[in-house]
Protein backbone atom coordinates (compact mmCIF):
# COMPACT_ATOMS: atom_id res chain seq x y z
CA UNK A 1 0.00 0.00 0.00
CA UNK A 2 1.47 3.12 -1.05
CA UNK A 3 2.18 6.10 1.49
CA UNK A 4 -0.36 8.81 2.40
CA UNK A 5 0.84 12.26 3.11
CA UNK A 6 -2.05 14.09 5.49
CA UNK A 7 -2.15 16.74 7.83
CA UNK A 8 -1.68 16.45 11.76
CA UNK A 9 -4.97 17.06 12.66
CA UNK A 10 -5.87 13.63 11.02
CA UNK A 11 -3.76 11.86 12.98
CA UNK A 12 -6.19 11.44 16.27
CA UNK A 13 -8.62 9.78 13.37
CA UNK A 14 -6.46 6.87 12.61
CA UNK A 15 -5.68 5.78 16.43
CA UNK A 16 -8.72 3.64 17.84
CA UNK A 17 -9.53 3.45 21.73
CA UNK A 18 -7.05 0.71 23.34
CA UNK A 19 -4.20 1.36 20.74
CA UNK A 20 -0.55 0.62 21.99
CA UNK A 21 1.32 3.87 21.06
CA UNK A 22 5.15 3.38 20.33
CA UNK A 23 7.06 6.76 20.60
CA UNK A 24 10.31 7.93 19.78
CA UNK A 25 12.16 11.06 21.26
CA UNK A 26 15.01 12.28 23.58
CA UNK A 27 14.06 15.47 25.26
CA UNK A 28 12.91 17.27 22.30
CA UNK A 29 15.35 15.40 19.85
CA UNK A 30 13.08 13.30 17.55
CA UNK A 31 9.52 14.56 19.01
CA UNK A 32 6.68 14.77 16.76
CA UNK A 33 5.83 18.05 18.45
CA UNK A 34 2.92 18.82 16.29
CA UNK A 35 1.02 15.29 16.24
CA UNK A 36 1.69 14.93 19.96
CA UNK A 37 -0.52 18.31 20.46
CA UNK A 38 -3.45 17.35 18.00
CA UNK A 39 -4.08 14.21 19.54
CA UNK A 40 -4.12 15.77 22.78
CA UNK A 41 -6.09 18.75 21.07
CA UNK A 42 -8.86 16.59 19.93
CA UNK A 43 -9.30 14.51 22.79
CA UNK A 44 -10.35 17.50 24.46
CA UNK A 45 -12.68 18.05 21.90
CA UNK A 46 -14.32 14.46 21.46
CA UNK A 47 -13.29 12.49 24.44
CA UNK A 48 -11.61 10.18 22.17
CA UNK A 49 -9.38 8.00 21.77
CA UNK A 50 -9.35 6.43 25.35
CA UNK A 51 -7.82 3.74 27.23
CA UNK A 52 -4.44 4.50 25.16
CA UNK A 53 -0.79 2.82 26.12
CA UNK A 54 1.80 4.69 25.84
CA UNK A 55 5.64 3.12 25.41
CA UNK A 56 8.38 5.16 24.93
CA UNK A 57 12.02 4.88 26.13
CA UNK A 58 13.30 8.04 27.01
CA UNK A 59 11.91 11.46 28.15
CA UNK A 60 9.53 13.09 26.00
CA UNK A 61 8.77 17.14 27.23
CA UNK A 62 10.39 20.34 27.98
CA UNK A 63 9.52 19.91 32.34
CA UNK A 64 6.31 22.03 30.85
CA UNK A 65 3.85 21.78 28.69
CA UNK A 66 5.64 20.20 25.37
CA UNK A 67 6.40 16.64 24.43
CA UNK A 68 4.13 13.87 25.97
CA UNK A 69 2.36 16.32 28.35
CA UNK A 70 0.05 17.10 25.33
CA UNK A 71 -1.00 13.97 26.19
CA UNK A 72 -1.35 13.70 29.61
CA UNK A 73 -5.29 13.19 30.08
CA UNK A 74 -6.90 10.97 32.01
CA UNK A 75 -9.22 8.67 30.15
CA UNK A 76 -7.10 9.24 26.78
CA UNK A 77 -4.61 7.53 28.58
CA UNK A 78 -4.61 4.01 30.59
CA UNK A 79 -1.17 3.00 30.90
CA UNK A 80 2.08 4.65 30.75
CA UNK A 81 5.44 2.20 30.05
CA UNK A 82 8.37 4.71 30.04
CA UNK A 83 12.33 5.40 30.22
CA UNK A 84 12.19 8.97 32.35
CA UNK A 85 9.72 10.62 33.79
CA UNK A 86 10.62 13.74 34.76
CA UNK A 87 10.19 16.43 31.80
CA UNK A 88 6.87 15.07 32.01
CA UNK A 89 5.34 16.82 35.15
CA UNK A 90 1.28 16.61 33.38
CA UNK A 91 2.06 12.94 33.82
CA UNK A 92 2.88 12.64 37.21
CA UNK A 93 -0.39 13.33 39.33
CA UNK A 94 -2.22 10.94 36.95
CA UNK A 95 0.44 8.34 39.03
CA UNK A 96 0.41 9.52 42.49
CA UNK A 97 -3.86 9.68 41.99
CA UNK A 98 -3.91 6.26 40.67
CA UNK A 99 -5.37 7.07 37.20
CA UNK A 100 -3.09 5.81 34.80
CA UNK A 101 -1.31 2.72 35.45
CA UNK A 102 2.39 3.42 35.42
CA UNK A 103 5.62 1.65 34.71
CA UNK A 104 9.01 2.81 34.60
CA UNK A 105 11.85 0.57 33.15
CA UNK A 106 14.97 1.63 32.46
CA UNK A 107 15.88 2.94 29.13
CA UNK A 108 18.30 1.15 27.60
CA UNK A 109 16.25 -1.74 28.23
CA UNK A 110 12.99 -0.25 26.27
CA UNK A 111 15.12 0.90 23.05
CA UNK A 112 16.38 -2.90 23.04
CA UNK A 113 13.00 -3.86 23.57
CA UNK A 114 11.40 -2.05 20.57
CA UNK A 115 14.84 -3.82 18.59
CA UNK A 116 13.51 -7.25 19.85
CA UNK A 117 10.09 -6.54 19.21
CA UNK A 118 10.91 -6.15 15.61
CA UNK A 119 12.09 -9.46 15.71
CA UNK A 120 9.11 -10.62 16.88
CA UNK A 121 10.16 -12.13 20.45
CA UNK A 122 7.79 -12.32 23.39
CA UNK A 123 10.57 -11.50 26.15
CA UNK A 124 14.08 -9.77 26.44
CA UNK A 125 16.20 -10.93 28.46
CA UNK A 126 18.46 -9.13 31.09
CA UNK A 127 20.88 -8.35 33.95
CA UNK A 128 19.72 -4.74 33.80
CA UNK A 129 17.52 -4.05 37.08
CA UNK A 130 18.64 -6.76 39.12
CA UNK A 131 18.78 -5.30 42.94
CA UNK A 132 17.25 -2.19 41.85
CA UNK A 133 13.31 -1.27 42.03
CA UNK A 134 12.81 -2.48 38.53
CA UNK A 135 13.53 -6.44 40.27
CA UNK A 136 10.34 -7.85 41.07
CA UNK A 137 11.11 -8.91 44.70
CA UNK A 138 11.70 -4.88 45.05
CA UNK A 139 8.68 -3.28 42.80
CA UNK A 140 8.83 -4.57 39.38
CA UNK A 141 8.88 -1.38 37.91
CA UNK A 142 5.17 -0.71 38.95
CA UNK A 143 4.59 3.25 40.23
CA UNK A 144 1.40 2.92 41.87
CA UNK A 145 -1.49 0.73 43.55
CA UNK A 146 -3.61 0.01 40.20
CA UNK A 147 -0.74 -0.94 38.30
CA UNK A 148 -0.88 -4.69 39.20
CA UNK A 149 0.04 -6.62 35.71
CA UNK A 150 3.74 -8.42 36.13
CA UNK A 151 5.50 -7.10 32.85
CA UNK A 152 9.25 -8.51 34.18
CA UNK A 153 9.98 -11.38 36.53
CA UNK A 154 13.35 -13.01 37.45
CA UNK A 155 14.20 -16.32 36.25
CA UNK A 156 17.47 -18.51 36.45
CA UNK A 157 19.29 -19.14 33.27
CA UNK A 158 22.22 -21.87 34.11
CA UNK A 159 22.29 -20.32 37.40
CA UNK A 160 22.85 -17.22 36.27
CA UNK A 161 19.62 -14.42 37.45
CA UNK A 162 18.26 -12.81 34.90
CA UNK A 163 15.22 -10.64 34.37
CA UNK A 164 12.54 -11.24 31.54
CA UNK A 165 10.97 -8.21 30.35
CA UNK A 166 7.61 -8.98 28.45
CA UNK A 167 7.63 -7.26 25.19
CA UNK A 168 4.10 -5.21 24.87
CA UNK A 169 3.97 -5.13 21.05
CA UNK A 170 2.85 -1.12 19.80
CA UNK A 171 -0.10 -1.27 17.10
CA UNK A 172 1.02 2.61 16.21
CA UNK A 173 4.38 3.90 16.15
CA UNK A 174 4.90 7.85 16.06
CA UNK A 175 8.29 8.66 14.59
CA UNK A 176 9.56 11.65 13.51
CA UNK A 177 12.35 12.38 10.45
CA UNK A 178 13.66 15.54 8.13
CA UNK A 179 12.31 14.71 4.89
CA UNK A 180 9.97 12.25 3.35
CA UNK A 181 10.13 11.68 -0.32
CA UNK A 182 7.15 10.61 -2.48
CA UNK A 183 7.36 7.37 -1.79
CA UNK A 184 7.40 7.71 1.89
CA UNK A 185 11.16 7.41 3.18
CA UNK A 186 12.14 8.88 6.04
CA UNK A 187 15.46 10.72 5.76
CA UNK A 188 17.34 11.78 9.10
CA UNK A 189 19.05 14.65 7.61
CA UNK A 190 19.28 17.39 10.31
CA UNK A 191 18.05 14.85 12.89
CA UNK A 192 20.52 15.06 16.37
CA UNK A 193 19.75 11.57 16.87
CA UNK A 194 18.26 7.96 15.01
CA UNK A 195 17.55 6.79 18.50
CA UNK A 196 14.88 3.66 17.98
CA UNK A 197 13.18 4.93 14.85
CA UNK A 198 14.19 2.01 12.82
CA UNK A 199 13.56 -0.78 15.22
CA UNK A 200 9.80 0.63 16.17
CA UNK A 201 8.44 1.10 12.41
CA UNK A 202 9.66 -2.32 12.04
CA UNK A 203 8.05 -3.91 15.24
CA UNK A 204 4.99 -1.97 14.74
CA UNK A 205 4.85 -2.76 10.57
CA UNK A 206 5.57 -6.93 11.31
CA UNK A 207 2.87 -5.91 13.70
CA UNK A 208 0.16 -5.56 11.29
CA UNK A 209 -0.22 -2.05 12.99
CA UNK A 210 -0.01 1.95 11.79
CA UNK A 211 3.34 3.69 11.67
CA UNK A 212 3.58 7.43 11.11
CA UNK A 213 6.06 9.32 11.05
CA UNK A 214 5.72 12.92 10.95
CA UNK A 215 8.94 15.41 8.93
CA UNK A 216 9.85 18.73 8.01
CA UNK A 217 9.03 18.63 4.21
CA UNK A 218 8.40 16.24 1.39
CA UNK A 219 10.64 15.69 -0.96
CA UNK A 220 10.84 14.52 -4.80
CA UNK A 221 11.77 10.48 -5.03
CA UNK A 222 15.49 10.01 -5.95
CA UNK A 223 16.54 13.07 -4.28
CA UNK A 224 17.38 11.76 -0.98
CA UNK A 225 20.61 9.66 0.33
CA UNK A 226 20.16 6.59 0.61
CA UNK A 227 22.65 6.16 3.87
CA UNK A 228 20.52 9.19 5.54
CA UNK A 229 17.03 7.15 5.15
CA UNK A 230 16.33 5.41 8.88
CA UNK A 231 12.99 4.33 8.21
CA UNK A 232 12.57 3.28 4.57
CA UNK A 233 8.87 3.67 2.90
CA UNK A 234 7.57 0.63 2.95
CA UNK A 235 7.48 0.34 7.09
CA UNK A 236 5.33 4.04 6.36
CA UNK A 237 1.86 4.34 6.67
CA UNK A 238 1.41 7.68 6.51
CA UNK A 239 3.64 11.19 6.73
CA UNK A 240 2.65 14.21 8.28
CA UNK A 241 4.77 17.34 6.54
CA UNK A 242 4.88 19.66 9.96
CA UNK A 243 2.71 23.11 9.33
CA UNK A 244 4.53 25.48 12.13
CA UNK A 245 8.36 25.02 11.66
CA UNK A 246 8.33 25.35 15.74
CA UNK A 247 7.50 21.96 16.37
CA UNK A 248 10.55 20.57 14.03
CA UNK A 249 13.19 21.73 16.20
CA UNK A 250 15.95 19.78 16.82
CA UNK A 251 15.99 20.57 20.19
CA UNK A 252 13.90 22.23 22.57
CA UNK A 253 16.34 24.64 22.92
CA UNK A 254 17.41 24.94 19.30
CA UNK A 255 15.96 25.45 15.60
CA UNK A 256 19.03 24.37 14.10
CA UNK A 257 22.76 23.97 14.34
CA UNK A 258 24.44 22.74 12.16
CA UNK A 259 27.34 21.81 14.43
CA UNK A 260 25.31 19.25 16.11
CA UNK A 261 25.33 16.64 12.75
CA UNK A 262 28.33 17.65 11.98
CA UNK A 263 32.00 16.95 13.00
CA UNK A 264 34.21 19.61 10.82
CA UNK A 265 33.88 21.93 13.81
CA UNK A 266 36.83 22.46 15.69
CA UNK A 267 36.36 24.54 19.37
CA UNK A 268 39.20 25.28 21.35
CA UNK A 269 39.25 25.25 25.31
CA UNK A 270 42.06 27.34 25.81
CA UNK A 271 41.47 30.20 28.35
CA UNK A 272 38.40 28.31 29.02
CA UNK A 273 37.96 28.31 32.78
CA UNK A 274 34.56 27.98 35.77
CA UNK A 275 34.39 29.78 38.44
CA UNK A 276 35.72 28.01 41.99
CA UNK A 277 32.74 27.17 43.86
CA UNK A 278 31.43 23.74 45.10
CA UNK A 279 30.40 21.95 42.03
CA UNK A 280 33.86 22.92 41.05
CA UNK A 281 35.06 21.69 43.77
CA UNK A 282 33.19 18.11 43.61
CA UNK A 283 34.34 18.29 39.34
CA UNK A 284 37.62 18.20 40.31
CA UNK A 285 37.59 15.27 43.17
CA UNK A 286 36.03 13.38 41.15
CA UNK A 287 38.16 14.04 37.69
CA UNK A 288 41.20 12.78 39.95
CA UNK A 289 39.40 9.72 40.12
CA UNK A 290 39.69 8.61 36.25
CA UNK A 291 41.88 5.75 35.91
CA UNK A 292 44.90 6.69 34.09
CA UNK A 293 43.84 3.59 31.09
CA UNK A 294 40.73 5.57 31.02
CA UNK A 295 39.31 6.04 27.45
CA UNK A 296 35.56 6.68 27.18
CA UNK A 297 33.71 8.30 29.91
CA UNK A 298 29.68 9.41 30.05
CA UNK A 299 28.50 12.49 32.42
CA UNK A 300 24.96 12.44 33.80
CA UNK A 301 23.80 15.90 33.51
CA UNK A 302 24.11 18.70 36.75
CA UNK A 303 27.23 18.50 38.58
CA UNK A 304 28.71 15.69 36.53
CA UNK A 305 28.59 17.99 33.27
CA UNK A 306 31.09 20.78 35.09
CA UNK A 307 33.79 17.30 35.22
CA UNK A 308 34.21 17.77 31.15
CA UNK A 309 34.70 21.97 31.72
CA UNK A 310 37.41 20.73 34.11
CA UNK A 311 38.99 18.33 31.93
CA UNK A 312 39.05 21.13 29.24
CA UNK A 313 40.47 23.75 31.12
CA UNK A 314 43.21 21.44 32.47
CA UNK A 315 43.92 21.12 28.71
CA UNK A 316 43.23 16.94 28.73
CA UNK A 317 39.80 16.82 27.73
CA UNK A 318 40.73 15.34 24.34
CA UNK A 319 42.50 12.28 26.02
CA UNK A 320 39.06 11.56 26.76
CA UNK A 321 35.81 10.12 24.43
CA UNK A 322 32.33 11.34 25.86
CA UNK A 323 29.35 9.26 25.41
CA UNK A 324 25.86 10.20 25.47
CA UNK A 325 23.26 7.06 25.88
CA UNK A 326 21.02 8.10 23.01
CA UNK A 327 23.78 7.21 20.45
CA UNK A 328 26.45 10.11 20.54
CA UNK A 329 29.94 9.23 20.67
CA UNK A 330 32.65 12.50 20.86
CA UNK A 331 32.12 15.97 20.63
CA UNK A 332 31.76 18.45 23.37
CA UNK A 333 27.87 17.34 24.83
CA UNK A 334 25.56 19.72 25.16
CA UNK A 335 23.35 20.82 28.58
CA UNK A 336 19.69 21.49 29.47
CA UNK A 337 16.96 20.97 26.22
CA UNK A 338 19.94 20.34 24.21
CA UNK A 339 21.01 17.74 26.23
CA UNK A 340 21.59 14.70 23.87
CA UNK A 341 22.97 16.47 20.96
CA UNK A 342 26.98 16.91 20.86
CA UNK A 343 28.76 19.79 18.91
CA UNK A 344 30.73 17.99 16.44
CA UNK A 345 29.87 14.37 17.32
CA UNK A 346 32.12 11.78 16.05
CA UNK A 347 29.55 9.17 15.83
CA UNK A 348 25.31 8.82 15.71
CA UNK A 349 24.26 5.63 16.16
CA UNK A 350 20.85 3.85 16.98
CA UNK A 351 19.89 4.11 20.69
CA UNK A 352 19.40 0.48 20.97
CA UNK A 353 23.28 -0.18 19.73
CA UNK A 354 24.59 2.36 22.17
CA UNK A 355 22.90 0.49 24.93
CA UNK A 356 25.02 -2.79 23.95
CA UNK A 357 27.68 -1.29 24.21
CA UNK A 358 27.56 0.09 28.15
CA UNK A 359 25.83 -2.99 28.91
CA UNK A 360 28.93 -4.80 27.85
CA UNK A 361 31.46 -2.68 29.78
CA UNK A 362 32.52 -0.58 26.66
CA UNK A 363 32.32 2.83 29.42
CA UNK A 364 35.84 3.20 31.26
CA UNK A 365 34.36 5.54 34.20
CA UNK A 366 30.64 7.02 34.98
CA UNK A 367 29.92 10.64 36.09
CA UNK A 368 26.75 10.45 37.77
CA UNK A 369 23.96 12.75 39.81
CA UNK A 370 23.99 12.07 44.09
CA UNK A 371 20.97 12.98 44.99
CA UNK A 372 19.84 10.40 47.57
CA UNK A 373 22.31 7.69 49.28
CA UNK A 374 21.95 5.09 52.36
CA UNK A 375 23.83 3.18 54.37
CA UNK A 376 24.36 0.13 51.81
CA UNK A 377 25.20 2.17 49.21
CA UNK A 378 22.18 2.54 47.35
CA UNK A 379 21.32 5.38 45.08
CA UNK A 380 17.86 6.82 44.74
CA UNK A 381 17.26 9.71 41.82
CA UNK A 382 14.47 8.21 40.54
CA UNK A 383 11.46 8.82 42.90
CA UNK A 384 10.62 11.76 45.93
CA UNK A 385 7.26 11.47 47.27
CA UNK A 386 4.97 11.80 44.44
CA UNK A 387 7.43 13.75 42.12
CA UNK A 388 8.86 10.57 39.84
CA UNK A 389 11.87 11.61 38.13
CA UNK A 390 12.34 8.05 36.58
CA UNK A 391 15.65 6.34 35.97
CA UNK A 392 16.21 6.71 32.25
CA UNK A 393 19.26 5.07 31.58
CA UNK A 394 21.24 5.32 34.93
CA UNK A 395 20.25 1.41 36.11
CA UNK A 396 22.06 0.01 32.33
CA UNK A 397 25.50 2.64 32.70
CA UNK A 398 25.81 2.07 36.44
CA UNK A 399 25.25 -1.24 36.40
CA UNK A 400 27.86 -2.28 33.72
CA UNK A 401 30.65 0.30 34.04
CA UNK A 402 33.60 -0.71 36.17
CA UNK A 403 34.09 2.76 37.79
CA UNK A 404 31.29 4.78 39.41
CA UNK A 405 31.46 8.13 40.50
CA UNK A 406 28.21 9.54 41.97
CA UNK A 407 28.98 13.13 42.63
CA UNK A 408 26.83 16.34 44.21
CA UNK A 409 26.72 18.54 47.13
CA UNK A 410 26.37 16.77 50.30
CA UNK A 411 23.45 18.44 51.53
CA UNK A 412 20.58 20.03 49.11
CA UNK A 413 17.93 23.12 49.41
CA UNK A 414 20.03 26.53 50.40
CA UNK A 415 22.98 24.91 51.06
CA UNK A 416 26.33 27.94 50.61
CA UNK A 417 29.64 27.64 50.51
CA UNK A 418 32.50 30.08 50.21
CA UNK A 419 36.55 29.24 49.64
CA UNK A 420 38.67 31.19 51.88
CA UNK A 421 42.41 30.58 52.52
CA UNK A 422 42.09 26.96 50.02
CA UNK A 423 39.37 25.91 52.70
CA UNK A 424 35.78 25.64 52.33
CA UNK A 425 33.53 27.32 54.41
CA UNK A 426 29.68 26.33 55.21
CA UNK A 427 28.14 29.74 55.68
CA UNK A 428 24.65 28.43 55.12
CA UNK A 429 23.89 24.35 55.60
CA UNK A 430 20.79 23.02 53.30
CA UNK A 431 18.29 21.95 54.46
CA UNK A 432 17.77 18.33 53.28
CA UNK A 433 20.61 15.58 54.23
CA UNK A 434 21.20 13.72 51.21
CA UNK A 435 22.68 10.73 53.49
CA UNK A 436 19.66 8.73 54.94
CA UNK A 437 19.20 5.65 56.43
CA UNK A 438 17.22 4.16 53.76
CA UNK A 439 16.86 5.68 50.02
CA UNK A 440 12.73 5.41 49.20
CA UNK A 441 13.87 3.82 46.05
CA UNK A 442 16.76 1.76 44.65
CA UNK A 443 18.13 2.83 41.51
CA UNK A 444 21.71 1.79 41.82
CA UNK A 445 21.61 -1.22 44.16
CA UNK A 446 24.97 -1.15 46.73
CA UNK A 447 24.93 -4.84 47.28
CA UNK A 448 25.01 -5.48 43.47
CA UNK A 449 27.78 -3.38 42.93
CA UNK A 450 29.76 -5.52 45.28
CA UNK A 451 28.40 -8.62 43.71
CA UNK A 452 29.83 -7.08 40.28
CA UNK A 453 33.00 -5.92 41.88
CA UNK A 454 32.74 -2.62 40.49
CA UNK A 455 34.55 0.59 42.01
CA UNK A 456 32.19 2.96 43.88
CA UNK A 457 32.60 6.73 45.18
CA UNK A 458 30.65 9.00 46.43
CA UNK A 459 32.15 12.61 45.91
CA UNK A 460 30.95 16.27 47.75
CA UNK A 461 32.33 19.18 47.97
CA UNK A 462 33.54 18.43 51.91
CA UNK A 463 33.28 14.38 51.86
CA UNK A 464 34.28 11.53 49.81
CA UNK A 465 32.99 8.28 50.19
CA UNK A 466 34.01 4.82 49.03
CA UNK A 467 31.57 1.72 48.63
CA UNK A 468 32.79 -1.60 50.52
CA UNK A 469 31.89 -5.14 51.35
CA UNK A 470 30.59 -3.42 55.01
CA UNK A 471 28.89 -0.47 53.35
CA UNK A 472 29.56 3.03 52.40
CA UNK A 473 33.01 4.49 54.38
CA UNK A 474 34.53 8.39 54.67
CA UNK A 475 37.46 8.65 53.12
CA UNK A 476 38.61 12.08 52.83
CA UNK A 477 37.22 15.23 54.27
CA UNK A 478 37.79 19.03 53.06
CA UNK A 479 40.07 20.98 54.59
CA UNK A 480 38.39 23.49 56.90
CA UNK A 481 35.39 20.84 57.71
CA UNK A 482 34.74 19.11 61.38
CA UNK A 483 33.94 15.59 61.21
CA UNK A 484 31.38 16.03 63.12
CA UNK A 485 29.53 19.24 62.80
CA UNK A 486 30.07 19.30 59.44
CA UNK A 487 29.71 15.54 58.27
CA UNK A 488 28.28 13.03 60.40
CA UNK A 489 25.91 15.13 62.35
CA UNK A 490 23.92 15.61 59.08
CA UNK A 491 23.66 12.30 58.20
CA UNK A 492 21.04 9.50 59.19
CA UNK A 493 23.55 6.92 59.84
CA UNK A 494 27.19 6.56 60.75
CA UNK A 495 29.59 5.54 57.44
CA UNK A 496 32.55 3.48 58.29
CA UNK A 497 35.72 5.96 58.86
CA UNK A 498 38.92 5.04 57.50
CA UNK A 499 41.76 4.75 59.72
CA UNK A 500 44.01 6.33 57.27
CA UNK A 501 41.13 9.29 56.62
CA UNK A 502 43.07 11.88 54.56
CA UNK A 503 42.29 15.56 53.73
CA UNK A 504 41.49 15.94 49.91
CA UNK A 505 44.01 17.64 48.08
CA UNK A 506 44.84 21.63 48.50
CA UNK A 507 44.98 21.58 44.94
CA UNK A 508 41.36 21.33 44.47
CA UNK A 509 40.37 24.37 46.16
CA UNK A 510 42.89 26.87 44.70
CA UNK A 511 42.04 29.37 41.78
CA UNK A 512 44.63 28.61 39.71
CA UNK A 513 44.90 25.09 37.13
CA UNK A 514 45.47 22.36 39.32
CA UNK A 515 47.55 20.46 36.91
CA UNK A 516 45.43 17.39 36.84
CA UNK A 517 46.95 13.70 37.13
CA UNK A 518 44.01 11.29 37.01
CA UNK A 519 44.71 8.10 39.05
Not at 223 to 239: A, C, E, F, Q, T
Not at 241 to 264: K, L, P, W
Not at 363 to 376: M, R, S, T
Amino acid sequence: MSVKFITANKVPELIQDGDILGIEGFIGSGAAEEIYQEIGSYYSKHSAPKNLTLLYSAGIGDGGDRGINWMAKEHLLKRVIAGHWGLSPKLQPLVSENKIEAYNFPQGVIAQMFREMAAGKDYLFSSVGLGTFIDPDISGGKLNNITTEDLVEKINFKNKELLAYSLIKPSVAILRGTYADEKGNISFDEEVLTLGCTSLATAVKNNGGTVIVQVKRKVKSGSLDPRLVKIPGLLVDYVVECSDESNHMQTYATSYNADFIHSNTIQSAENETTSLNERKIIARRSAELIPSDAKIVNYGIGVPEVISSVLKEEGINDNYTTTIEPGSFGGIPQGGMDFGAAVAPDAIIDQAYMFDFYDGGGIDIAFLGLAECDKDGNINVSKFGPKIAGCGGFINITQSTKNIVFCGTFTAGGLKTKIDNEQIVIEHEGKKSKFVDKVEQITFSGKTAIKNEQNVYYVTERAVFKLTNKGVELIEIAPGIDLQKDILSHMSFKPLISEDLKLMSSAIFKKEKMALSPE
